[in-house]
Nanobody, 124 residues
Framework: QVQLVESGGGLVQAGGSLRLSCTASGGTFSNYNVAWFRQAPGKEREFVAA????????FFRYSLKGRFTISRDNAKNTLELQMNSLKPEDTAVYYC?????????????????WGQGTQVTVSS
């Protein structure tokens, strides 16, 4: 069973960048598809991006493609999310999540393992 811990959140001005990290332990990280989700105040948690364990294929929320990049380092058991050109509407708690087996979808119900989240605040 894998445990996930996010880091790298903070306060940034609109137009700035942040790099989030997620460190995994307790399992074979390379066997899991991993993803980022986010939840803004008063809103449902939504899919941001995912990367598969098998081919490293990446998937993005359509509206974020081009601004966000997802990557993983299986040797270091880490997942990263590079966020550029940040906007106030990107303000949310960002969660790392892991899914065992074939990649299924960006639905949060398909992910069994979750971190505690890291707050990202973008000021205008």
């Amino acid at each position: 069973q894998v445990q996930l811990v996010e880091s790298g959140g903070g306060l940034v001005q609109a137009g700035g960048s942040l790099r989030l990290s997620c460190t995994a332990s307790g399992g074979t990280f390379s066997n899991y598809n991993v993803a980022w989700f986010r939840q803004a105040p008063g809103k449902e948690r939504e899919f941001v991006a995912a990367i598969t364990w098998s081919s490293g294929a990446t998937f993005f929320r359509y509206s974020l493609k081009g601004r966000f990049t997802i990557s993983r380092d299986n040797a270091k058991n880490t997942l990263e999310l590079q966020m550029n050109s940040l906007k106030p509407e990107d303000t949310a708690v960002y969660y790392c999540a892991a899914q065992f087996g074939p990649y299924r979808s960006g639905s949060m119900t398909e992910y069994s393992y979750w971190g505690q989240g890291t707050q990202v605040t973008v000021s205008s």
